[in-house]
Structures are given as structure tokens and as C-alpha cells.
């Protein structure tokens, strides 16, 4: 069993972070998606949900609509604020091949989160937005802000860590805002031996062996 797991207090780690409820970890600085808005992206999302609404294919329909250009469904938008995960010139994401490794960064991680304890698994576990309005052919979508809406440290089966909530705004490149996003995510260090198993010095699990006469 590791040192980690035999700590009782793990959960006074995550103190500080549960005490920043409520704070803006975001410095007000738009981070935007990988590209804009464009018809080829928007079929391709529209087709295999066979959404046949024409604004989101005929640019005459959509401006029928009072729309400026084709427009992206509204649960599209948050495509469009994803910045890449690499791009050309940068080092691989994935420097190990160790099981459950981790990418070596990402743009929708948890790594800048200077009150929280290091973690090594992440991942998200629920979403909800709130839109405001469409975006449309040539527009450009970012991520502004990572306000801290709950925090609360639990083992699970993958590990200790905590259950986060977090919130932020999708805006334009004019700094409209076109919704709001709450993100559901898990930070956590995966499992060691399991302390709750069966004592090593103890009886055999497979139990005793019978007797031979």
C-alpha cells in the first residue's frame, strides 16, 4: 500500500480550493476555438443527426430568418471554442506509455489550478449551457473565464480526488456573449492497492485447504 493511500486527512488537500468557491480563476483573456464557423463543419455535424432545418444550409433561408449567414445548431457552439489539442512544430501529447497515462497537456485540463493538490487522472462527468444566441458562418467562438461554482473531494473506485464545477462564457470575436457553459469534471490520482482489501498476514481469501485424509 503507498504512503498516499494510508494518509487519512487527503481530503484537507482540497481545502483550499473548496474555500475559492466563487472566484474567477480566469484572468478575463479569450482563449479561441481552432477555427471559425464554416458550412462544411456545420453538414457535418447537421448530417448524421438528420437535422434538415434549411438555415443551417441555405444562406437565402437563413437571412429570411434574420440570421447574417447559414447557422451553426445551437449544441454545435461549443465545437467551435475548442482550441487544438497540437498543432505542427509542437511535441507529442503522449510521452508515456504507461497504462491510464494521461496526455502530456491539454487545453481543457485542470493543470492551472495553483489551490488544488497535484493530480494525474481527469475527467469530465456532466455539461449544461445556457445559449444566447446562434453563431453563424464566419464567426469566431472563445472561452472566457473558469469560475469555481463547487468543489468537493471524494474516493471513488478510480481514485481520490474531487468533484468539480465550473463556469465560463462563450463569446464572439466582438465580445458578445453567445452562452454559458457549466462543466462537471473529476481530478483525481488513480487507485492504489485497495486499502479496504484483504490483509496480506490474514487467512487466505481462496479459504482453507481441506483436509487430506
Known amino acids: 500500500m ?36 464554416e458550412p462544411g463543419t456545420i453538414r457535418r455535424y447537421t448530417e448524421p443527426l438528420e437535422i434538415s432545418c434549411p438555415i443551417h444550409y441555405d444562406a437565402g433561408a437563413a437571412r429570411a430568418a434574420g440570421y447574417p449567414d447559414v447557422v451553426a ?5 461549443m465545437v467551435y471554442s475548442v482550441p487544438p489539442m497540437w498543432r505542427p512544430g509542437e511535441p507529442t501529447l503522449y510521452e ?6 494521461q496526455p502530456a497537456r491539454s487545453p481543457i485540463n485542470n493543470e492551472d489550478l495553483p489551490l488544488a493538490p497535484k493530480t494525474t487522472g481527469f475527467f469530465a462527468t456532466d455539461i449544461s449551457m445556457e445559449f444566447l444566441r446562434p453563431v453563424t458562418v464566419g464567426e469566431r467562438v472563445g472561452r472566457r473565464g473558469q469560475r469555481l461554482i463547487s468543489c468537493t473531494p471524494k474516493q471513488t473506485s478510480m481514485g481520490r480526488g474531487a468533484f468539480l464545477t465550473w463556469e465560463s462564457e462563450l463569446v464572439t470575436e466582438r465580445g458578445e456573449v453567445v452562452a454559458r457553459v457549466r462543466t462537471g469534471t473529476y481530478a483525481y490520482n488513480p487507485a492504489g492497492p485497495d486499502p479496504a482489501g484483504p490483509d496480506p498476514a490474514g487467512p487466505d481469501p481462496a479459504g482453507p485447504e481441506e483436509e487430506q485424509p
Open 96 to 101: 508515456s506509455s504507461d497504462r491510464d497515462a
Open 73 to 77: 445548431p445551437y449544441t454545435a457552439t
Open 2 to 37: 503507498s504512503a498516499d493511500w494510508q494518509t487519512q486527512d487527503w481530503k484537507a488537500a482540497w481545502q483550499p480550493l473548496a474555500e475559492a468557491v466563487g472566484r474567477d480563476f480566469g484572468d478575463g483573456t479569450v482563449v479561441f476555438g481552432a477555427d471559425a464557423v
